[in-house]
């Protein structure tokens, strides 16, 4: 049953999946369960595995003179890696750790390039999902190079509304790049102007 998630998502992205190529993946996936807190990477550490969400929060961060600079969060339904590591077999340079209880359907680096070899088709897989993290990674660039830190704000609204209300004011500033002070601004500005994109109401709710 936890393997239902990541095998609708498989035959989703690739057309062409066949039961036979999903049970190679099967044979080498194992579902792991973390609890809130708990630190899968951090720094001097090697990324070994990279993962598909079942369900849970997980947040990435650099930590710079004991400031924490958040750089993605993680829900349910996605990937999950510090891929520059697991592609570069590197020691991290980050943080990344549980915000909600988690369950993880995970693969390590040498299954993932053996199965890659055996199906194309796999290896297209793996193609198309760090094609759409480059895209994310570049989108994320662009926004602190353009946009204000209020257009971030609606921005991160728009795009991760699903979990704005689970997340501490204080992550997503710096998530955003601001200081808490900052953020806390910006929610008055919309609360007494509101948009379509952030109701007044949501505001308060949060």
Known sequence: MA???????????IPTMTEEKWQSFEAIATVRHYKKG????????VSNHVSFINKGLLRSYYLVDGKEIIVSFFDSDCYFSEYESFLSRKPSNQYADVLEDTEMVEITYDDLQNLYGKYADCERAGRLIAEQLFVELCNRNTS???????ERYHRFYEECEQIANRIPQYMIASYLGITPEALSRIRSRIRNKPTAAIPASAIDAE
């Not at 393997?3 to 992205?13: C, G």
């Not at 602190?144 to 209020?150: H, I, N, S, Y």
């Open 3 to 13: 393997l239902a998630q990541v095998k609708e998502f498989f035959f989703n992205l």
């Open 38 to 45: 708990d630190v899968i990477i951090k720094p001097g550490m």
């Open 144 to 150: 602190f190079m353009l946009q204000t830190p209020e």
